[in-house]
């Protein structure tokens, strides 16, 4: 049965909650129908301090794509290739999940689940495939994956992705519940990066030996579906980048 993925919202200052379809009032959480020009509140009550809603709304799942391998490299690092220990160049990413499950009206740290993480280089090629010519079957770079620790958190060294023909700057990753989980459950999607922070990128080695890129966020038709749902916040971080993608999964 599919599982519904969610991630962080701020509430209204104002005490309402709308994200999802879910409402936060004075007589608890409630759902609004998609499309609802109006609320439909219950009978007034005595005033009551607000209850808490759930830190997570909805998030979509995206295409896997052509290039999914299961690995099963279990790693942090994610820059080398284990077959000859190069790294891959590129500006550094520090990417962290905070992978969470939905339990009632609260989001509970979702320890032991698997979050794989793999995209391109800074000259937009992927490792142990055969595309565009390019054929790198056995190498393993830019792929990996984490277990979530007790607070749900998955920590990844990597770089700022490169572009290919056809797609905006995008990384793929997929959640699934550890082997030996009662209940099986997967969730594939991916993130995607400001326009102006990947020009920026962009203009220094080894980027820009790939010339100016032909695929912007708005002209990917996938990032055009829900994209906008999908992007990950950066900070500065040294020389490179940090992001933080807080994701809570509603299990079956």
């Known amino acids: 049965m599919p599982h519904r993925l969610l991630v962080r919202r701020d509430l209204l200052r104002t005490g309402l909650a709308l994200a999802a379809g879910w409402v936060l009032g004075a007589g608890g959480i409630f759902r609004v129908s998609p499309g609802a020009r109006t609320i439909a509140w219950p009978s007034a009550r005595p005033a009551q301090p607000l209850l808490a809603a759930p830190a997570c709304v909805v998030r979509p799942a995206q295409t896997e794509g052509p290039y999914f391998v299961?690995?099963?490299?279990?790693?942090?690092?994610?820059?080398?290739?284990?077959?000859?220990?190069?790294?891959r160049p590129g500006a550094p990413l520090r990417l962290v999940f905070n992978v969470s499950r939905v339990d009632g009206s609260a989001c509970v740290p979702l320890a032991g689940a698997l979050v794989d993480v793999w995209h391109c280089?800074?000259?937009?090629?992927?490792?142990?495939?055969?595309?565009?010519?390019?054929?790198?079957?056995?190498?393993?770079?830019?792929?990996?994956?984490?277990?979530?620790?007790a607070k749900g958190v998955a920590e990844f060294r990597t770089i700022y992705p490169g572009w290919y023909q056809g797609r905006t700057v995008h990384?793929?990753?997929?959640?699934?519940?550890?082997?030996?989980?009662?209940?099986?459950?997967?969730?594939?999607?991916?993130?995607?990066?400001?326009?102006?922070?990947?020009?920026?990128?962009?203009?220094?080695?080894?980027?820009?030996?790939?010339?100016?890129?032909?695929?912007?966020?708005?002209?990917d038709a996938i990032f055009r579906a829900n994209g906008a749902q999908l992007m990950l916040p950066l900070a500065k971080d040294g020389a490179g980048y940090a992001g933080t993608f807080a994701i809570g999964l509603q299990m079956p």
Do not use: M
Request: net charge neutral; hydrophobic share 30%.
């Open 70 to 87: 299961d690995e099963r490299l279990n790693r942090s690092d994610i820059r080398s290739d284990p077959s000859d220990g190069t790294i």
């Open 121 to 149: 280089d800074a000259l937009g090629v992927y490792s142990d495939v055969v595309d565009r010519g390019v054929d790198t079957r056995g190498r393993k770079f830019l792929r990996g994956y984490q277990v979530t620790d």
């Open 171 to 219: 990384i793929h990753f997929k959640i699934r519940t550890a082997p030996g989980a009662v209940r099986a459950s997967e969730f594939t999607s991916q993130l995607y990066f400001d326009d102006t922070v990947s020009d920026q990128v962009y203009a220094q080695a080894p980027y820009a030996s790939r010339g100016r890129r032909t695929t912007r966020n708005e002209q």
